[in-house]
């Protein structure tokens, strides 16, 4: 039998149906349906294997071991009858969705950003240099909140003295820095008759924490202005230190090594590497070798030979008699207080405008104490004592003017320079 084509050529119909199958048109899915198939596949896909796997566990578990194999099977039973009544669930809200022609609610999961960790390389002389944009100042209780709420990571849940609502001397402002690595916050109060300016600091790392010596080594004749050797190292907050050149008293401590002491009466405070304050008492170091035992023993960076203490693990201290400062009389007095790990106070009490009162130490030491620190220490006062932000003086020092003097502690950043 000749070959014969599927359609005959006359007009190439094609071949009739069988009766009773009618022809259907192709009908093409709709949005709808192919976002049902999809969302339906991201649940039941999942779902399922994890049901599986949750049985095949079970059967694994149970082999071997036939006295466990009926509660086994209570619990396969009851983990398909939840897998069933979320996938239904599930199936239903979507469709609902679907039909209301609103989109499937996800959830939004807040990521916490993550912060870089920075420090200043040891033997470093100079701080990496601020970033301008990131001071600010105002007086405005709700940028305030704002600064201190933008600084909560860096605080680490400390709690700080500093109020947005504090009571400001009149005609001051609050100035602020903040950045990936330091913040800083600097302040003017009025308390009995004096100014107090308080800088309150929260640091990364111990090495944002540093000591400086003017000429940049021990024992330099070179003196300088606060703001001088503030500028030239970048700090962002510095204050004058302990003048360690003006006086032989203490013990002098720099780059680890004891240099010198005098202990008889002295009460001196020590930085360790950590950033943590130390102190030692009249009579409990007189030799050089005793104060580099207690260097080593205690990891010490740098010491400040002056004092008194004025507070040592919260209990604060009042002297009667000490070798300096004029402790029983008005004088401008400066401090370095530690309210925990990493978090500082400089604070000084000056003259300024209508308030011409200066404290004795004792006076001093309550409203330093009241800033609720661990551990405060009495620094070089009357034309010595000055805080400087930004490279500009905040308080007002005596006569009205700075002096040169031999050395500075000061808080950098440590966010590379650009960065």
Request: with cysteine; charged share 20%.
């Amino acid at each position: 039998m000749a070959y014969q084509p599927k359609f005959a050529r006359k007009g190439n119909a094609p071949a009739p149906r069988p009766a009773g199958k009618e022809s259907r048109p192709v009908r093409k899915r709709s949005a709808g349906v192919w976002a049902l198939l999809i969302l339906l596949g991201m649940v039941i896909v999942p779902a399922a294997s994890w049901a599986t796997g949750m049985l095949l566990l079970g059967m694994v578990q149970n082999v071997g071991r036939p006295k466990q194999t009926a509660p086994a099977k209570t619990e396969n039973q009851t983990i398909l009858l939840d897998f069933e009544s979320y996938v239904s669930a599930r199936d239903q809200a979507i469709r609902t969705a679907l039909r209301s022609g609103e989109k499937p609610e996800i959830a939004e999961v807040e990521v916490e950003p993550v912060h870089k960790r920075y420090w200043i390389e040891e033997g470093t002389q100079v701080a990496p240099e601020p970033n301008p944009d990131c001071y600010g100042q105002s007086t405005d209780p709700e940028v305030l909140a704002q600064v201190l709420e933008d600084a909560a990571w860096l605080l680490e849940d400390q709690p700080t003295y500093f109020r947005p609502d504090a009571e400001l001397f009149a005609g001051s402002t609050v100035q602020y820095y903040l950045d990936d690595s330091i913040f800083a916050v600097t302040w003017k109060e009025v308390h009995e008759g004096s100014v107090y300016t308080f800088s309150e600091i929260k640091v990364s790392h111990p090495s944002q924490f540093r000591r400086h010596l003017a000429g940049g080594e021990y024992g330099s004749e070179m003196q300088y202005l606060t703001t001088e050797m503030a500028a030239s190292v970048n700090a962002v907050v510095a204050s004058a230190g302990d003048f360690y050149r003006f006086r032989d008293f203490g013990a002098v401590v720099y780059e680890g090594v004891a240099r010198r002491v005098e202990g008889t009466y002295a009460e001196t405070c020590y930085i360790d590497a950590n950033g943590d304050m130390h102190f030692t008492y009249g009579g409990e170091v007189l030799t050089v070798e005793d104060v580099q035992k207690f260097v080593d023993a205690h990891d010490i960076s740098f010491s400040l030979a002056f004092g008194p203490v004025l507070v040592d693990n919260y209990e604060v201290k009042n002297p009667e008699w000490y070798g300096v400062g004029e402790i029983n009389e008005g004088y401008a007095r400066a401090a370095l207080c530690q309210m925990g790990p990493l978090h500082y106070i400089v604070v000084t009490a000056n003259t300024e405008g209508a308030y011409q009162d200066i404290p004795t130490v004792k006076l001093f030491s309550k409203y330093v104490a009241a800033t609720g620190c661990q551990n405060a220490y009495c620094l070089d006062g009357g034309q010595t004592a000055t805080i400087v932000m930004n490279d500009q003086l905040v308080n007002r020092p005596v006569y009205g003017q700075q002096r040169k003097i031999s050395d500075i502690i000061y808080f950098a950043t440590a966010v590379p320079e650009g960065g």
